[in-house]
C-alpha cells in the first residue's frame, strides 16, 4: 500500500505519516471540545482538515517537486458534502487562510470552483487533486472512519439558523480553535520528534483553586490585611477592604454567570477580583483564571501583585500575554531567551496555562478574528472566569456585539464573565440589544450588593465643580499650581498639547513633572517611580505632575490635591481615584481635593477639546447633567453614575453604532468582521526613541534594525518604543525616521527608527517631539 505523508522529514530523517497526522489531530481537537454538543463534528474537521494531502502533486511537494498548492479547500468541501458540517467546513477551509465568508452565496462560489477542480484562492494555487472523491477513497483506503456526525453545529437550509449571529460565529471559532491548536501541537511534536517518534509539549500547569486560595489567603494575613505590617490604610478604608473580601467570598459561591463588581477606588479591587475568582474556580471546578485589562499601565501593577502573592508557590504559573510581555531594555540580547520565557512563549500560542493576564485588545479582538494564530487560544477559555478591570473602558460602538459575544462565551461554555470597575457602566440597559444576538443577553449580578455603603463610607475626596461660564486660562492654572500651598499636586488634561501648554508656562516649577505616551514605556516607569517617592509621606516631597488622562486607570498613585480638566463623568472620577487613595488625610479629619476646570479656550475649539467625539459627547453629558443639579455631582453615589450612562447611551446611541460591524455580523463575513472590530485604531506606526538613560540599550536596537528584525527585537524595543498615528504622506515627521529593515528583506511601514542626533525631537520633559506632532500623535 502507497504510504502518503503530511510533513516532511524531521531532523532525525522521519516523514509524518499523513493518516497517523490526520487521526491524532482528530483525538486532540476531539478532546479539546469534550462536553459540546459539536464534539464528533471537531473529530470530523480533524479527520478531514488535511485531505488534500492525499493528492499526488501534494507528495511531490514534499520531495521539493510542486509548489502553490491548495491542501485545504477539498476537506472542507467533504465536510459539506455529504456530511452537512458547515461548521466543520469552515474551520477546514481557515486553518490556512482564516476564516471566510459564510453566506450561502460566497460558500456556493468558493467549493463550486473546488468541485469544478480549482482553488478558490486564486488562479496561481491549484488543487493538490482536483477528484475529490479520489482523495476521499485514499484516505478510507489508509484506514480513517470518516462517521458523520449526529447533529451539525449549524445544520443547512435550516431557517434561522444563524439567526443568534454573533453565538453561532463564535461557535464556529470555538471548534476553529480546537482544530487549529490540536493541527499546531500535533505538527510542532513532528518536527520537535525523535527516532522514537513524537515529542508533544509539555502541557501547562493545572489550575489548583483550593491551594491558589490558601496562598492568597496567607499573603493577606502575612502583608496586606488590618493590622499587617505593610498596611498603611485608615481605618475607615480598612473596614471597606475587610467588607469587599467578604462580599466577593460570598458571591464565589454562585454558580457560573455574569456579573459585575463595583466597589470604590482604592478598596482592593485587584486582590478582591482574585480572591473571586479563585475561590468561584474552586466552588464550580473551573480550569482557569483571565484578567483582562485595558492599558498595560495597568497590566505592569497587577503583574508585580500577583507575582508577589504566588512568590513561594512557582506551582502557580502566572502567563503574560501583551506585547510588553518577555521583551525588554533589561534583555541583553533578545536573540536569546532562557527556558522559562522559550516555554512561556509556547503557553502563549495557546493560553495553556492557569493565570493568564492579558490585554482587553488581545482577548477581545480574538473573539471576532479570523485568523487562526488569534483564534487558536479561544477553546481554551471555557470553564474559566474572565475578569475584566477598568470595565467602562469599553468602547460604545463595540459594547452590543462585544456583550454578546461575552454572555453566550458565559452562558454555553461554562464560565464566568465579571465586569469590576468604581465606574459600572449601565451596559443591562443595553439587554434587549444583546439579546438579538446571544440569547442569554446581558443581567449580571452585582458582587457587591453593598457597594452604596462602601462608596458613602469611602468618601475621601471632595469635588469642587466650575461655576457657569468659569474657566482658566493655562497661565492662570500655572500659577495655582505653582503655588506654595500646592507643592504635591497632579494636573489631568484631555489632549497633549493641552499638556504641553501647561508645562510651558510652569518651566522651572520644583517638582515638575509630566506624563503622557508621547513618553517611551521605560520613560513613564521612570517618571511614576520618581512620583511615587516623591509622593511617600515618610519623606515627602515637591511633586507637580502634569498628566494626560494614561495616568487615570490603575495607576496606584496618592496626591492631596487633584486638577481634572472637565471630562467625562468616568474620568473626573478615575482622576480623583489617584487623589487621598489610602485615606490618610481623613484621619485627620480631611477631604481630598479635586478641583475640575474648563480651559480658557475659544468656543469654537469645544469640540477640538476633546481626543474623541464620543469623548465630547460624554463631556457635554455631564455638563448637562451638572447645570440640571445645581451645579454639583456626586463621583460616590452610583445611582449618579447609573443616570450618567443611561443619559450617555439615550445621546450616543450604541446600539446604532458600527453599522459597518453590523452588516458584516449579518452578512456572516468573518474576514470583514475582524477588520471592523478594532479596540483601538490600528493605522498606527511604532518609533523607537533613544531615551538618554538606556541609550546604549537605542544604539542596539538601531544597529539591528538596519540589518534585519524580527519579532525578538520588536518585543526588545517595546521599552523604548512611541506609538504615533500614521502621519500623511507629505508629513515632516517622515523625514527624521528611518523604517526599519526585515531579515528577509524589505522594509516595515510599522516599525521606525528615530534620527536625533542634535536631540531635538526627543525631550527629557515632553518626550517625543516631532514637528507638528500635535496633528499625529495618539491623544
Not at 472523491?133 to 456526525?149: H, I, K, W
Not at 460616590?636 to 460591524?661: A, C, E, I, K, W
Request: proline share 5%; with cysteine; hydrophobic share 45%.
Amino acid at each position: 500500500m502507497t504510504n502518503y505523508f503530511a510533513h516532511s522529514e524531521n531532523n532525525h530523517g522521519e516523514l509524518h505519516l499523513l493518516k497517523e497526522h490526520l487521526g491524532c489531530v482528530s483525538v486532540l481537537a476531539g478532546n479539546f471540545a469534550a462536553g459540546t454538543t459539536w464534539q464528533n463534528e471537531a473529530v470530523l474537521a480533524g479527520l478531514l482538515h488535511d485531505l488534500g494531502k492525499y493528492g499526488d502533486l501534494f507528495q511531490a511537494r514534499l520531495r521539493g517537486q510542486e509548489a502553490g498548492l491548495d491542501h485545504w479547500s477539498s476537506g472542507a468541501v467533504a465536510a459539506l458534502k455529504p456530511y452537512g458540517a458547515l461548521a466543520a467546513a469552515l474551520a477546514i477551509e481557515g486553518h490556512h487562510i482564516g476564516l471566510q465568508a459564510a453566506a450561502a452565496d460566497a460558500l456556493a462560489q468558493r467549493f463550486g470552483m473546488v468541485l469544478k477542480g480549482a482553488s478558490p484562492v486564486g488562479p496561481n494555487i491549484r488543487l493538490t487533486d482536483a477528484n475529490l472523491n479520489r482523495l476521499l477513497e485514499r484516505a478510507q483506503v489508509d484506514g480513517l472512519v470518516l462517521a458523520q456526525p449526529a447533529k451539525p453545529m449549524i445544520p443547512l437550509g435550516q431557517p434561522g439558523a444563524w439567526q443568534q449571529a454573533i453565538a453561532r460565529m463564535l461557535d464556529v471559532r470555538m471548534m476553529f480553535s480546537s482544530l487549529v491548536d490540536a493541527d499546531f501541537l500535533d505538527t510542532e511534536a513532528h518536527f520537535n520528534g525523535t527516532s522514537e517518534g513524537k515529542s508533544y509539549r509539555q502541557t501547562g500547569l493545572q489550575l489548583d483553586a483550593a491551594f491558589a486560595v490558601q496562598a492568597l489567603d496567607k499573603f493577606m494575613n502575612l502583608s496586606v490585611r488590618p493590622g499587617t505590617s505593610q498596611d498603611k490604610s485608615s481605618d475607615a478604608v480598612a473596614q471597606t477592604r475587610v467588607e469587599l473580601w467578604d462580599a466577593v467570598t460570598q458571591a464565589a459561591m454562585k454558580p457560573t454567570g455574569v456579573f459585575s463588581l463595583t466597589a470604590p477606588t482604592g478598596s482592593g479591587k485587584t486582590l478582591a477580583m482574585l480572591q473571586f475568582a479563585l475561590a468561584h474556580a474552586k466552588q464550580n471546578g473551573l480550569k482557569r483564571v483571565v484578567l483582562a485589562v485595558p492599558y498595560l499601565s495597568i497590566i505592569e501593577q497587577t503583574v508585580r501583585i500577583y507575582r508577589a502573592v504566588f512568590a513561594d508557590h512557582p506551582e502557580i504559573f502566572i502567563l503574560e500575554h501583551h506585547s510588553l510581555a518577555g521583551g525588554g531594555v533589561e534583555q541583553s540580547d533578545p536573540h536569546k531567551c532562557n527556558d522559562a520565557e522559550r516555554q512561556r512563549r509556547l503557553y502563549a500560542e495557546n493560553w495553556d496555562a492557569p493565570i493568564i493576564l492579558t490585554t482587553n485588545v488581545q482577548l477581545l479582538e480574538s473573539l471576532f478574528s479570523n485568523r487562526s494564530s488569534a483564534c487558536r487560544k479561544l477553546h481554551r477559555l471555557r470553564d474559566s472566569v474572565i475578569l475584566f478591570d477598568e470595565a467602562q473602558s469599553l468602547p460604545q460602538h463595540l459594547a452590543v456585539p462585544t456583550l454578546a459575544a461575552l454572555s453566550h462565551l458565559a452562558s454555553g461554555y461554562n464560565n464566568s464573565v465579571v465586569f469590576a470597575t468604581a465606574t459600572q457602566p449601565a451596559f443591562d440597559t443595553l439587554d434587549a440589544a444583546v439579546q438579538k444576538h446571544a440569547a442569554s443577553g446581558w443581567q449580571p449580578t452585582e458582587i457587591v450588593r453593598g457597594h452604596a455603603a462602601m462608596f458613602a463610607r469611602l468618601k475621601r475626596v471632595e469635588v469642587q465643580w466650575p461655576t457657569a461660564d468659569e474657566s482658566l486660562s493655562w497661565q492662570a492654572l500655572a500659577d495655582t499650581l505653582c503655588a506654595s500651598d500646592a507643592t504635591q499636586v497632579l494636573c489631568v488634561l484631555n489632549l497633549k498639547r493641552h499638556a504641553h501648554a501647561l508645562l510651558k508656562a510652569m518651566v522651572g516649577t520644583a517638582g515638575l513633572r509630566h506624563l503622557s505616551t508621547n513618553l517611551c514605556t521605560a520613560h513613564r516607569r521612570e517618571v511614576l517611580e520618581q512620583v511615587r517617592k516623591c509622593l511617600d509621606p515618610a519623606n515627602p516631597q515637591p511633586c507637580r505632575l502634569v498628566s494626560t488622562q494614561c495616568v487615570e486607570a490603575g495607576v496606584d498613585l496618592d496626591f492631596p490635591l487633584v486638577y481634572r480638566s472637565m471630562a467625562p463623568l468616568e474620568a473626573v472620577a478615575q482622576a480623583a481615584g489617584r487623589c487621598n487613595r489610602e485615606g490618610r488625610l481623613n484621619s485627620v479629619g480631611k477631604f481630598g481635593q479635586v478641583r475640575v476646570f474648563e480651559p480658557a479656550l475659544d468656543t469654537s475649539e469645544r469640540k477640538r477639546m476633546f481626543p474623541t467625539f464620543s469623548y465630547f459627547q460624554a463631556a457635554e453629558v455631564t455638563s448637562s447633567l451638572l447645570r440640571e443639579n445645581g451645579g454639583n455631582l456626586s463621583i460616590n453615589d452610583p445611582t449618579v453614575f447609573r443616570g450618567y450612562y443611561q443619559r450617555l447611551y439615550g445621546v450616543s446611541r450604541p446600539v446604532d453604532q458600527n453599522v459597518d460591524l453590523t452588516n458584516a455580523i449579518a452578512a456572516l463575513d468573518f474576514p470583514e468582521i475582524a477588520r471592523r472590530y478594532q479596540l483601538i485604531n490600528q493605522d498606527a506606526i511604532q518609533i523607537v526613541v533613544p531615551w538618554k538613560p538606556c541609550m546604549a540599550e537605542f544604539k542596539r536596537l538601531r544597529d539591528l534594525a538596519s540589518s534585519g528584525i524580527d519579532g525578538q527585537w520588536m518585543k526588545a524595543a517595546q521599552a523604548l518604543t512611541v506609538s504615533i498615528y500614521r502621519p500623511k504622506p507629505d508629513h515632516p515627521a517622515w523625514g527624521c525616521l528611518i523604517a526599519a529593515q526585515f531579515r528577509r528583506g524589505g522594509s516595515s511601514d510599522e516599525w521606525f527608527i528615530l534620527e536625533d542626533p542634535d536631540e531635538r525631537f526627543y525631550d527629557d520633559i515632553l518626550g517625543l517631539q516631532l514637528p507638528q506632532n500635535q496633528m499625529v500623535m495618539i491623544a
